[in-house]
């Protein structure tokens, strides 16, 4: 059971990985299905990394202007 599912998820990696023919279908589906989540994935972390160090210089700044 565990390594079927193990198996699956290889093949839909492989299938995300390799950019399909057109007249694979399926291939095409899992390919762009992977392809957006990787991309939301990278935006989201993006996002959350981007915000953190805004907010880091943000309060630095305020520190300085305090002291200075």
Do not use: W
């Not at 990278?42 to 202007?65: D, P, Q």
């Amino acid at each position: 059971m565990i390594s079927s599912l193990i198996t699956l998820a290889t093949n839909l990696y492989t299938l995300s990985m390799t950019p399909p023919s057109d007249a694979d279908f399926l291939g095409l589906l899992v390919y762009t299905v992977f392809g957006i989540i990787q991309l939301t994935m990278i935006c989201h972390f993006g996002y959350r990394i981007t915000e953190s160090v805004l907010k880091g210089s943000y309060s630095y700044a305020a520190m300085y202007r305090s002291v200075g």
